[in-house]
């Protein structure tokens, strides 16, 4: 820039008054929107968690060597089948054996809940045999079979093969996140194959 273009750059600036710097208001904003959006999660995770319940007087006790197994409306017959004999691999795991029911609970609704936002289809939760709980045996497979079900997200689950822990163990089958459904429709759009 020349003299001449600097001075009248200066001169047409010399009425500008410079925006006050203060940050603190916007980091202020961020930092309420956060607390909101964290009581709104929080909100939402004991509404979600009040609907387990781990009153064990409506919970329906299962055997420790029990085989069982639950399909949503839905799930196609062929897909769940592949799912029970343990034809999918599983993108996440969570060992509950140990835990008391109200902390199982709450380990596995989190757990859920991070699975369905890394978009995981199928997870497995060990909760061992539980054959010396009390106050009755399988007491937390027990639970697993009253809240599973409850839990948004899930489709189904079934226990494990042998070599994944078999009865002390269920293999969960989680929903597909909408982003992977617009994919597969994508995908299977007729003539998509083609191309």
């Known amino acids: 820039m020349t003299e ?5 750059f200066l001169a047409s600036m010399a009425d500008v008054i410079p925006l006050n710097g203060d940050k603190t208001a916007i980091s202020s904003q961020i930092a309420s929107s956060q607390s909101q959006q964290h009581k709104y ?8 968690l009040s609907r387990l319940s781990d009153d064990l007087s409506v919970i329906e006790p299962v055997t420790p060597d029990a085989v069982i197994s639950m399909k949503s409306e839905g799930v196609q017959q ?3 089948k592949l799912f029970r004999q343990g034809q999918y691999s599983m993108q996440a795991d969570i060992d509950l054996k140990g835990y008391n029911v109200p902390r199982a609970r709450e380990l596995l609704f989190d757990f859920i809940q991070r699975s369905l936002s890394c978009e995981y289809r199928n997870v497995i939760v060990i909760h061992g045999t539980g054959v010396h709980n009390k106050p009755f045996p399988a007491l937390i497979k027990s639970c697993l079979a009253h ?5 948004d997200g899930v489709i189904g689950y079934h226990s494990a093969p042998r070599e994944w822990g078999g009865s002390g163990a269920l293999m969960v089958m989680l929903t597909k996140s909408e982003k992977a459904r617009m994919n597969t429709r994508e995908l299977t759009r007729k003539g998509a194959h083609l191309r």
């Open 41 to 48: 999660f929080e909100t939402k995770r004991r509404e979600a």
């Open 147 to 151: 809240w599973l079900p409850l839990i």
């Open 4 to 8: 001449e273009e600097s001075a009248i």
């Open 78 to 80: 062929q897909v769940f």
